[in-house]
């Protein structure tokens, strides 16, 4: 018997060996993949720098360089205003020759490259314990890779500005130096280059650390001091004429300057009580971040802490351009929401705020206006003082609530297993979240969409119109081309147009929206996966766009179409309003007008309850046919190309997720009905 223990015992224990081995074998790929992402990003950056005509890279770089090849002390360094930084800046570049320019471009672009990898190895090691293996071993190259994406890394790679070293000097000040008076000096060093960087000094005093704070004020004073000596000039235009920056770089209203003073200047206010708002809001902001921070740091999060500091320092600068907006990203180390669902809100939001433009986030309009222009500042201001970080004594902080999940169910196919991420859930996601992903995922595709030809005025229109001839053809063929004789049937009949005409550009959005909003509020299960489905398909859409332009009827001059919602056009300049310059008119394979109300009588038809509402959703798709023929606004086949994308769009979710998660209660009512059948039958 003791035998056959330990002989059945080995079998388990190779197996268990196997599953570890095969684990850290699939972790050295991912990490090698990773940094293989990141440097592919890192090249990239440096070939679209490099590959900018002269005069138009480096540009900043360029203004501390004298005609004579050196830095020009005797002038002065702000006379274009396009140099942004302090005197002592200045000076520590006075080395700088412009011997071969082209040299200096690719050291310079290279050198930055190497700081940011430097920065993000640092921030990578300065994770707050205890983390995964998993974790320390993916945290560098996913930071490095996030790094090479924002747009404040872009920004200074792009001008040749030096606002990468600063931010390198704190995190090596607060995590590698030994010593506080190192500390103090390598963070004064970054204080002498961004002032408002003092902010660190008392969150150093506060924390325990008195010498480092000490270093840091004697170190600033006396790079500042030396400036002054040497560029007396200089410095009185940056400290008094300026006030500490304010003016350089461009107007301090302009929307790059993301501080609270810029945001104040927008929105109206100058003068004294401008200046008077501006301080006294910023001591606030100040005095809360200092003591967010201050917590953070005695709770173990000390990299944590120097973001929330340098969000701080972010808003209450005079000036903070793009380039200068690093800060912001540190703090999606912070962790906020006790449900998982919630812990992704906080670091998606940053990552999305510093990678993409803020007219991907939110829409064009006046009432969105004050936050789509102030967009980073509010991030700063969040991450300062009011996102409600976990402590690290919080019992959520490494493990969140967990969604509630539906019965596992097997792969439909052998080799296509299902995708994690999009596991049957119950429970209702973050709707932030949501919105933010719906979002920038419209934006996303309606730039792909009008990037597909070129846009409707682009060299595209002959094969656009080449390929509407081969449809028409086809629909002949198959004796389906009612399109010219539905288009002049319905011009004739006023009422039956203007219903078209409204049926065909007022429901296209809102009947999806308002069907996801139901099931998100009713139905979250149903919710997730008729989103996964609407999102594949449109995404199987956009390949369509891109492979196969096509002009719709009322794009065929000399076929005898009248564009019932825009009226007569010039077809080599076409005029739909404000949707001209933003969608691309040759998209029409497959017709997502079709698709989308398909989907939308599919998953009413489904879902609902009643007859008569399964007898509504599916009248929605037949009324968008009829609407998106008789206005010459598609082909017949466009219509079947969007049946087609949304069936493969369920299809791919039935894949990858699993049959549509029920809930709880309809499991258990069906469970029910099961049992009290059965017990009927045997009776």
């Known amino acids: 018997m003791a035998n056959a223990d330990h002989g059945g015992g080995r079998p388990a224990e190779g197996f268990g060996a196997t599953a570890a081995g095969g684990a850290r074998a699939r972790l050295r790929v991912a990490r090698v993949g990773l940094w293989l992402i990141a440097a592919v990003l890192a090249a990239r950056q440096m070939a679209v720098v490099l590959a900018t005509p002269r005069g138009e890279r480096l540009t900043d770089l360029e203004t501390w360089v004298g005609p004579n090849g050196v830095l020009h002390v005797n002038g002065s360094l702000y006379d274009s205003t396009r140099f942004t930084g302090t005197p002592f800046g200045g000076l520590v570049l006075k080395p700088l020759t412009r011997s071969a320019e082209q040299a200096l471009g690719w050291g310079w672009t290279f050198g930055t490259l190497l700081l940011v990898v430097a920065l993000g190895l640092i921030a990578a090691r300065a994770l707050p314990q205890p983390v995964s293996r998993r974790t320390a071993l993916l945290a560098a190259p996913v930071a490095v890779s996030l790094l090479m994406l924002s747009l404040p890394v872009r920004s200074t790679l792009s001008l040749g500005q030096n606002s990468i070293i600063p931010v390198l000097l704190v995190l090596l000040g607060c995590f590698t130096a030994h010593g506080q008076r190192t500390s103090g000096l390598l963070i004064g060093l970054a204080a002498a280059l961004q002032p408002t960087l003092l902010l660190f000094t008392p969150l150093l005093w506060c924390t325990g650390r008195g010498r480092a704070a000490l270093a840091t004020g004697v170190t600033f004073a006396a790079g500042t001091g ?66 967010r921070a201050v917590r953070c740091f005695r709770d173990g999060r000390l990299l944590l802490a120097v973001a929330i500091t340098g969000c701080a320092a972010i808003v209450v600068s005079p000036t903070a351009w793009q380039h200068q907006l690093l800060w912001v990203l540190l703090a999606v180390v912070g962790r906020a929401g006790t449900r998982t669902g919630d812990r992704y809100v906080w670091p998606v939001a940053v990552v999305l705020v510093m990678t993409l433009p803020a007219g991907m986030l939110l829409p064009d309009m006046d009432a969105l206006h004050p936050l789509r222009d102030n967009v980073v500042l509010l991030a700063a201001l969040a991450a300062a003082t009011a996102v409600p970080f976990l402590s690290r004594t919080s019992p959520h902080y490494r493990a969140p609530l967990p969604p509630e999940y539906a019965t596992a169910v097997p792969a439909r196919f052998r080799h296509v297993p299902l995708v994690p991420f999009l596991r049957r859930v119950l429970t209702r996601p973050n709707l932030f979240l949501e919105l933010l992903l719906i979002r920038v995922t419209y934006a996303a595709y309606a730039r792909v969409r009008l990037a597909a030809t070129g846009g409707s005025n682009s060299a595209g229109r002959a094969e656009a119109e080449e390929n509407g001839r081969q449809i028409l053809g086809l629909e002949r063929a198959l004796r389906i081309d009612i399109e010219r004789w539905a288009n002049h049937t319905v011009v004739t009949v006023d009422r039956l147009r203007d219903f078209f005409d409204f049926y065909y550009t007022s429901l296209h959005f809102i009947v999806p929206l308002t069907v996801l909003a139901v099931l998100y509020w009713r139905r979250p299960a149903d919710y997730r996966w008729a989103r996964s489905a609407l999102g594949f398909a449109t995404l199987l859409a956009l390949a369509g766009f891109w492979l196969y332009p096509l ?120 469970s029910d009905g099961t049992a009290d059948l059965r017990d009927r039958t045997a009776r």
């Open 226 to 291: 030396l400036a002054w000596a040497a560029m007396p000039h200089d410095s009185y235009r940056y400290w008094v004429h300026h006030m500490a920056g304010a003016g350089l770089g461009g107007p301090a209203d302009d929307l790059a300057n993301q501080s609270l003073h810029g945001a104040l200047l927008r929105l109206g206010l100058s003068g004294p009580l401008e200046v008077a708002l501006f301080l006294s809001l910023g001591a606030a902001v100040a005095v809360l971040a200092l003591r």
């Open 551 to 670: 002009a719709p009827p009322r794009l065929m001059p000399t076929l005898g179409f009248i564009d019932t919602v825009h009226g007569v056009q010039d077809f080599s300049q076409p005029d739909y309003g404000t949707l001209t310059a933003l969608t691309n008119q040759y998209a029409a394979m497959p017709s997502l007008h079709f698709g989308w109300s398909l989907w939308c009588g599919l998953v009413i038809a489904v879902l609902a309850t009643r007859w008569w509402m399964k007898a509504l959703g599916l009248l929605h798709p037949l009324l968008t046919l009829a609407s998106i023929v008789a206005t010459a606004n598609h082909w017949v086949l466009d219509a079947a190309g969007g049946a087609l994308v949304i069936a493969a769009g369920f299809g791919i979710t039935y894949v990858l997720q699993g049959a549509r998660a029920r809930t709880v209660a309809a499991a258990a009512e069906a």
